[in-house]
């Protein structure tokens, strides 16, 4: 079931605390709902009853896809209580066949449920993100940009077409504009293909990061 509270949180333009909703656990089977709510993100902000200031609330939760069999635990502060984390992992095992995933940040968590839904392997999808990146600093990106465009952060944002003719799209900052890079199908199988023949770079038991810091960890 989806664990719902109320905290006092403060506006980042006027100071003035209000409460807001706060969702400790949030189950898609009983609250269909909320999923669209955290693919746009708009699970996570609230608007300042006298300003009007639309904030983001930062606040520990657990995303859970019962069908989908996706377990996703936002944890903003990045610090996890070790015994509760091997609790769940124990549980999810019990029911067998999860993708448990841990996330810093709500952006992390709208990806994870966007590659899910997209039926794609998110670990493969780090790989083209590396993949991509090396070859747009060698055609496109210039020397003077290639330290702040390698540090940017890649999030995978849709999947369009069929079998062979999907395109992949990966959306990234870069000088304060938000731009997007598309991605051919063949690229996602050649990176499949990469993790077959490196049986080492795979995601650790129970909740495991799975992003670029991760890669370049497993990778080095």
């Known amino acids: 079931m989806s664990i719902i509270n109320e ?34 993100g708009s699970l996570f902000l609230w608007e300042c ?23 996703v635990w936002l944890i903003p502060s990045g610090e996890v209580s070790e015994t509760q984390m091997q609790a769940i992992t124990m549980h999810t095992k019990a029911m067998g066949g999860y ?6 940040d709500m952006g992390s968590l709208m990806e994870k449920v966007l590659i899910n839904e997209a039926n794609l392997d998110d670990v493969v999808l780090e790989m083209c993100k590396y993949v991509t990146k090396l070859e747009m600093v060698q055609k496109i990106v210039g020397q003077e940009k290639k330290e702040e465009f390698l540090a940017a952060t890649f999030h995978f944002y849709k999947s369009e077409g069929e079998n062979d003719e999907r395109i992949l799209t990966f959306m ?38 799975i992003d670029a810091d991760w890669l370049s960890s497993v990778m080095a």
């Open 49 to 71: 009853p006298d300003c009007g200031q639309v904030n983001l609330a930062k606040y520990e939760t657990l995303y859970h896809d019962p069908i989908a069999k996706l377990m």
């Open 172 to 209: 990234y900052g870069l000088d304060g504009q938000m731009l997007g890079v598309n991605v051919s199908w063949n690229v996602y199988q050649d990176c499949a293909g990469i993790l077959e023949r490196n049986p080492q770079i795979k995601p650790a038991d129970g909740f495991a990061r």
């Open 99 to 104: 993708t448990l995933r841990r996330v810093n």
């Open 7 to 40: 905290a006092l949180a403060p506006c980042s333009k006027c100071g003035q605390q209000h409460k807001v909703t706060v969702y400790r656990s949030i189950n898609i089977a009983d609250n269909p709902e909320l999923k669209d709510k955290v693919k746009d």
